[in-house]
C-alpha cells in the first residue's frame, strides 16, 4: 500500500529501524567480541538475530512418574548461520553437569559452559547449516512438577530454563517434540500428535512439527488429565482438565467450548486472517499462576476460573469470557505477530485485553461493554499509576532476565484505556484496517511498537507523535480541574485545565465527556482535552445545572473533580456506567486528599449500596467499602461501627432479589464480620451449610468462610480440619493444607510458616504462597506479622529470580496491602534508603505495593 504521508514520527521511526538494522549486520571482529553476560541481554540478542536463520528443535524428553528423579533429555538444533566470527552462545540456566555430551555438525566437542550459556568456538561451525547435538538433564525451574502432572511455563525467558535455546522472541522455530511419560498419563502439545508407542510402564507420544513460533511459546503439559474433545465452528477442540466435581463440569463445559469457537470467530472477522495454526486445544490448570497462557494449540488456563457452578455471579462469568477471550486473541496478537523485543510485551497485552473486551460484548450479549471495560481497566490502572512506582506502557529492557519486571497493570490496563482513545481518535473503521494491515504485513514475524505506529499514522491526521510521548512513553495521569461561571443563571464559561499529578505541566490529549444535570434531563457535552486549558464553548449560554458530572462516560483518564452538590444524589444516576465512573473517581479523591474523607466516603457508600441494583458496580462498591474499612479506618474506629455496618449489609443482602447482589453482599457481610455475632452467624451458615435465603454457596466458598473464620481465630482452628474432610478434589485439598499454617493461632507456627518461605522448593505454588501471604498480613493479625515485612523485601531478589512473572507483585501486594502504621511505612523507606543502588526495577513494584500504606498512614494519622 502507498502511503502519501510522511509525519515526523514516521521519519524518526525510520531513522531509528534503519540504524538498528545496520548496528546489527556490521561484523564483529575477535577484538570486539560479545560479553558472555547472564540472562539474555540486548547486544547477544540483536547479534543472534542478525547472523541467524531457520532455527529448529528437535527434543525428546523422558518424564519419570517420581517428581523427584530427572527428566532425561537430548536435542538437535539446526539452524543457518550467516557469519562465523564470534562464539555462538546457547542459552541454558542450569548447572554446568546438566549437560552430558554435545556434539557438532556430528563431532562431539567439549562443553564450554560460562554464565548460563554453553559457548561454541567458530572452529566448530560453519557458515551455512549447522546442526548442534546435546543430551542432557532438563532444568526443573520451569516444569511446574506435581505428584501426577506437569506443565511447561516459558515465558518470558524460561525455555532455557529447561532446555538449551536461542531464547528470544525474535528467533522463532520450529519445534518437534517427543515425549516418555507414564502410561497412565495424558499429554498435549503445541502440535498435533503424529503417532505414539507403548513400552512397559510408559507411552512415547511424537508430535508433528510445530507452528513457527517463539521460544517462550513452545508448552506442553502432561498427567493425569481427562479430555473433552468437541467439534466447535467446524473445528476439533480438545480440553484437558482435573476437575471432579460433577456439578461444574456439568455448568461449565458446553459454556467454555462455546466461548472459545464466539471469540474465534469474532477474531477471524475482526482481522480477516483465518485461524493461523495447526491446532486449537486447551488445558486447565489447578492453581496456574496466571489467568492463562497463549501458548500454540496448548493454552493453559488456571482451572477455578473455567469452571463454575451454579451459583457463580454474573462477574465470574464475565472473567471467565474475558479470559478466554483474552487468550483466544493472542493467537494473533502475540502468537502470529510477535514483539521483537519484550519492552514491547504491552503490545500484545493490549490488543488480547482490547479485543476480549469487543469478544464478551458480543459472547455475553447481555454484558454492558462500556460497564465491563470502565470496572475492568480503571481502577488496576490508577492503582498502579498514582504511585511514586508508576511506570510508563513502554519501558527500557537491557537483559531478559529482567523482563518480568514488564508485567503489571499498566500494560494490562492502562494500555487498553489508551488504546480504546486512539480508537476514537482515529475511528473504529481507520483504526480496524490499521490493525489488519500490521498483522499481514507481518505475519509469523515480529514487530515493534514503531512499526505499528507507523501504519496508524498513515490512518489518521491526528498528531500520533505528540499523543505517542506522553500516553506511551511516559508514566503518570492528569488530575483535571474546572472553573463554572454563571450570570443570570445561564452559564458564561466553562473551563477546564490539566496538571501532572506530580505537578508537572504536560498534556494528556484526550476526549472525555461532562454531564450537565437538571432535574428532568442530562445534556453531556464532549471535552477535547488537547491543551493546557480548554474552554467549552457549546455550554455558553446554557442554563446552569444542578450539579455537574465529570468523565460522564467513563472513558477520560486521570484524576477528575467532584462537584459536591452531587454526593447526595449520586445513587439516583441512572446511568451504570456513569455510577461506576463516580465511585472510581470518588475512591480515587479520597486516597488523594481531596474532596471527601474516609469515613465521609463510607457514610455515602452506607446510603448508596442497599440502592444498587447493577451487580458489578455493586461488587466494585463493596469492595471499596471493605478497602476503606480495613486500611483507612483505625482498629477503633472499625470497632464501633462494625455493628451497625454489619447489620446493614446483612438487611441488605435479605431485602434485594437478585441472587447475585445478594451473594455480593453476603461475601461483603463476611469481610468486615468483626462482633461475635456476626461471627455466630457465619459460624452457623459454614457449620449446617445452610446459606442464607436466595444465596448459592459452593464448596469453594464454604472453604473461604473457613478461612475467615480461622482468621478470626473462631473454635479454635477445628474449622480448618473439618473443612478439609469435606473437600473432595485433591488438588483443592493440598492447597487447603498449605494455608493451614499461615492461619494457625499459634504464632510460633505462623513464624515457622514464614521462615519456610526462605526456601525457594516451597514457593512452587505461587498462587498458595500469595494467599497465604494474604492471610498471615491480614489487618487482624498486624501486630504479630509487621515483623516479617523486613526479610520478606530482603527476598524479593530472588523471588524475582526464581518466581514467574507476577510473582513478585503478588508477593510484595499480598504482604503489604493491608497495612497502615506509620512502622510499616519506614520498613520500605528504610530498605529503600538503605540501597540507593538497588534494581530500579524491583523499586518501582515495592513503591506501587506499599502506595497503599503510605496514603492509609496519612489518611488515618493526619501525616501531611
Known amino acids: 500500500m502507498k502511503r502519501t504521508k510522511i509525519s515526523p514520527l514516521k521519519a524518526g521511526i525510520t531513522a531509528l529501524l534503519l540504524s538498528s538494522t545496520l548496528s546489527c549486520s556490521t561484523k564483529l571482529t575477535e577484538s570486539e567480541s560479545l560479553p558472555v553476560e547472564t540472562g539474555v541481554s540486548k547486544t547477544l540478542a540483536e547479534y543472534r538475530k542478525a547472523v541467524l536463520r531457520q532455527v529448529a528443535y528437535d527434543i525428546n524428553l523422558n518424564v519419570p512418574a517420581q517428581k523427584q528423579e530427572p527428566i532425561l533429555a537430548a536435542e538437535t538444533i539446526t539452524f543457518n548461520l550467516l557469519e562465523n566470527n564470534q562464539p555462538l552462545q546457547i542459552d541454558f540456566k542450569e548447572k554446568r553437569e546438566h549437560i552430558q555430551q554435545m556434539s557438532i555438525n556430528r563431532k562431539e566437542i567439549p562443553v564450554v559452559f560460562e554464565n548460563e550459556h554453553i559457548l561454541i568456538s567458530p572452529e566448530h561451525l560453519k557458515e551455512g547449516k549447522n546442526q548442534i547435538a546435546i543430551t542432557f538433564i532438563a532444568g526443573d525451574l520451569s516444569l511446574n512438577r506435581n505428584e501426577d502432572y506437569l506443565y511447561t511455563l516459558l515465558v518470558p525467558d524460561r525455555a532455557r530454563t529447561v532446555f538449551p535455546a536461542f531464547d528470544q522472541p525474535n528467533l522463532k522455530a520450529t519445534f518437534k517434540l517427543s515425549l516418555t511419560i507414564p502410561k497412565e498419563w495424558s499429554a498435549l502439545a503445541n502440535a498435533p500428535l503424529q503417532d505414539s508407542s507403548l513400552a512397559g510402564n510408559n507411552k512415547t507420544y511424537q508430535y508433528q512439527t510445530s507452528d513457527t513460533i517463539s521460544t517462550y511459546l513452545f508448552a506442553f503439559a502432561a498427567g493425569k488429565f481427562d479430555r473433552v474433545t468437541k467439534e466447535a465452528g467446524g473445528r476439533t477442540m480438545n480440553f484437558y482438565h482435573r476437575e471432579?466435581?460433577?456439578?461444574?463440569?456439568?455448568?461449565?463445559?458446553?459454556?467454555?467450548?462455546?466461548?472459545?469457537?464466539?471469540?474465534?470467530?469474532?477474531?477471524?472477522?475482526?482481522?480477516?486472517?483465518?485461524?493461523?495454526?495447526?491446532?486449537?486445544?486447551?488445558?486447565?490448570?489447578?492453581?496456574?499462576?496466571?489467568?492463562?497462557?497463549?501458548?500454540?494449540?496448548?493454552?493453559?488456563?488456571?482451572?477455578?476460573?473455567?469452571?463454575?457452578?451454579?451459583?457463580?455471579?454474573?462477574?465470574?462469568?464475565?472473567?471467565?469470557?474475558?479470559?478466554?477471550?483474552?487468550?483466544?486473541?493472542?493467537?494473533?496478537?502475540?502468537?502470529?505477530?510477535?514483539?521483537?523485543?519484550?519492552?514491547?510485551?504491552?503490545?500484545?497485552?493490549?490488543?488480547?485485553?482490547?479485543?476480549?473486551?469487543?469478544?464478551?460484548?458480543?459472547?455475553?450479549?447481555?454484558?454492558?461493554?462500556?460497564?465491563?471495560?470502565?470496572?475492568?481497566h480503571f481502577p488496576a490502572a490508577y492503582g498502579v499509576d498514582r504511585t511514586a512506582g508508576a511506570n510508563p506502557i513502554r519501558q527500557q529492557l537491557d537483559n531478559l532476565q529482567d523482563a518480568g519486571t514488564m508485567y503489571g497493570s499498566i500494560i494490562y490496563h492502562k494500555a487498553p484505556i489508551v488504546m480504546r482513545q486512539l480508537e476514537r481518535l482515529m475511528g473504529e473503521d481507520e483504526f480496524r484496517q490499521g490493525l489488519r494491515e500490521y498483522l499481514k504485513e507481518y505475519a509469523y514475524g515480529n514487530a515493534t511498537w514503531p512499526d505499528l505506529i507507523a501504519i496508524m499514522d498513515a490512518h489518521t491526521p491526528a498528531d500520533l507523535e505528540s499523543w505517542n510521548q506522553v500516553w506511551v512513553n511516559e508514566p503518570g495521569r492528569p488530575v483535571i480541574n474546572y472553573q463554572l461561571e454563571t450570570d443570570d443563571n445561564r452559564i458564561t464559561q466553562l473551563r477546564f485545565s490539566q496538571k501532572g499529578e506530580d505537578g508537572s505541566d504536560k498534556i494528556w490529549p484526550q476526549l472525555f465527556e461532562v454531564a450537565l444535570v437538571y432535574p428532568d434531563h442530562v445534556e453531556e457535552l464532549t471535552v477535547n482535552m488537547n491543551g493546557k486549558q480548554i474552554s467549552i464553548e457549546e455550554a455558553v449560554g446554557k442554563p446552569a445545572p444542578s450539579f455537574m458530572l465529570f468523565n460522564s462516560t467513563g472513558q477520560g483518564y486521570g484524576l477528575f473533580p467532584i462537584d459536591e452538590k452531587m454526593l447526595s444524589v449520586v445513587y439516583t444516576l441512572q446511568d451504570p456506567v456513569t455510577r461506576a465512573a463516580v465511585y472510581i473517581n470518588l475512591y480515587e479523591n479520597m486516597l488523594s486528599g481531596r474532596f471527601v474523607k474516609p469515613m465521609q466516603l463510607l457514610d455515602l457508600y452506607r446510603a448508596s449500596f442497599s440502592k444498587e441494583k447493577e451487580e458489578l458496580n455493586l461488587k466494585q462498591l463493596t469492595g471499596q467499602i471493605s478497602n476503606i474499612y480495613w486500611s483507612f479506618l483505625k482498629p477503633e474506629?472499625?470497632?464501633?461501627?462494625?455493628?451497625?455496618?454489619?447489620?446493614?449489609?446483612?438487611?441488605?443482602?435479605?431485602?434485594?432479589?437478585?441472587?447475585?447482589?445478594?451473594?455480593?453482599?453476603?461475601?461483603?457481610?463476611?469481610?468486615?464480620?468483626?462482633?461475635?455475632?456476626?461471627?455466630?452467624?457465619?459460624?452457623?451458615?459454614?457449620?449446617?451449610?445452610?446459606?442464607?435465603?436466595?444465596?448459592?454457596?459452593?464448596?469453594?466458598?464454604?472453604?473461604?468462610?473457613?478461612?475467615?473464620?480461622?482468621?478470626?481465630?473462631?473454635?479454635?482452628?477445628?474449622?480448618?480440619?473439618?473443612?478439609?474432610?469435606?473437600?473432595?478434589?485433591?488438588?483443592?485439598?493440598?492447597?487447603?493444607?498449605?494455608?493451614?499454617?499461615?492461619?494457625?493461632?499459634?504464632?510460633?507456627?505462623?513464624?515457622?510458616?514464614?521462615?519456610?518461605?526462605?526456601?525457594?522448593?516451597?514457593?512452587?505454588?505461587?498462587?498458595?504462597?500469595?494467599?497465604?501471604?494474604?492471610?498471615?498480613?491480614?489487618?487482624?493479625?498486624?501486630?504479630?506479622?509487621?515483623?516479617?515485612?523486613?526479610?520478606?523485601?530482603?527476598?524479593?531478589?530472588?523471588?524475582?529470580?526464581?518466581?514467574?512473572?507476577?510473582?513478585?507483585?503478588?508477593?510484595?501486594?499480598?504482604?503489604?496491602?493491608?497495612?497502615?502504621?506509620?512502622?510499616?511505612?519506614?520498613?520500605?523507606?528504610?530498605?529503600?534508603?538503605?540501597?540507593?543502588?538497588?534494581?530500579?526495577?524491583?523499586?518501582?513494584?515495592?513503591?506501587?505495593?506499599?502506595?497503599?500504606?503510605?496514603?492509609?498512614?496519612?489518611?488515618?494519622?493526619?501525616?501531611?
Request: without cysteine.
Open 244 to 376: 471432579t466435581d460433577s456439578s461444574k463440569i456439568k455448568e461449565s463445559i458446553l459454556p467454555i467450548f462455546k466461548i472459545h469457537q464466539d471469540a474465534l470467530a469474532f477474531m477471524q472477522d475482526y482481522t480477516q486472517i483465518p485461524y493461523p495454526f495447526k491446532k486449537f486445544d486447551f488445558v486447565a490448570i489447578p492453581d496456574f499462576q496466571y489467568g492463562g497462557m497463549e501458548h500454540v494449540g496448548a493454552i493453559q488456563y488456571k482451572a477455578s476460573s473455567l469452571f463454575l457452578d451454579e451459583g457463580a455471579t454474573k462477574d465470574q462469568k464475565v472473567s471467565r469470557s474475558s479470559l478466554i477471550s483474552h487468550e483466544t486473541a493472542h493467537m494473533w496478537f502475540g502468537d502470529l505477530v510477535t514483539m521483537q523485543w519484550f519492552n514491547d510485551v504491552w503490545m500484545k497485552e493490549v490488543f488480547a485485553n482490547f479485543m476480549a473486551d469487543k469478544i464478551t460484548q458480543v459472547s455475553l450479549a447481555e454484558s454492558n461493554y462500556d460497564l465491563k471495560f470502565v470496572l475492568d
Open 637 to 864: 474506629e472499625r470497632k464501633q461501627l462494625a455493628a451497625s455496618l454489619e447489620k446493614e449489609l446483612f438487611n441488605a443482602m435479605q431485602q434485594t432479589e437478585a441472587p447475585n447482589s445478594k451473594k455480593v453482599l453476603f461475601k461483603t457481610y463476611q469481610s468486615i464480620a468483626l462482633t461475635q455475632e456476626a461471627q455466630d452467624v457465619l459460624y452457623m451458615v459454614w457449620k449446617s451449610r445452610k446459606a442464607p435465603a436466595g444465596v448459592k454457596l459452593t464448596e469453594d466458598d464454604y472453604t473461604s468462610l473457613a478461612l475467615s473464620l480461622a482468621i478470626r481465630d473462631y473454635a479454635d482452628g477445628e474449622i480448618l480440619q473439618e473443612q478439609l474432610t469435606r473437600i473432595q478434589n485433591p488438588d483443592r485439598q493440598k492447597r487447603l493444607q498449605f494455608l493451614m499454617p499461615a492461619l494457625s493461632a499459634d504464632v510460633t507456627q505462623r513464624d515457622a510458616f514464614f521462615a519456610s518461605l526462605k526456601e525457594e522448593e516451597n514457593r512452587e505454588k505461587e498462587a498458595w504462597v500469595a494467599s497465604a501471604l494474604s492471610y498471615l498480613h491480614h489487618p487482624l493479625r498486624a501486630e504479630t506479622s509487621e515483623k516479617y515485612l523486613q526479610e520478606s523485601l530482603e527476598l524479593l531478589e530472588d523471588i524475582q529470580l526464581t518466581g514467574d512473572i507476577f510473582f513478585p507483585t503478588n508477593w510484595l501486594m499480598a504482604t503489604f496491602g493491608s497495612y497502615q502504621s506509620p512502622e510499616a511505612s519506614a520498613v520500605v523507606r528504610n530498605f529503600l534508603e538503605a540501597r540507593p543502588n538497588y534494581n530500579p526495577k524491583l523499586k518501582a513494584k515495592i513503591l506501587q505495593a506499599a502506595d497503599g500504606v503510605f496514603r492509609a498512614e496519612r489518611l488515618t494519622n493526619d501525616v501531611k
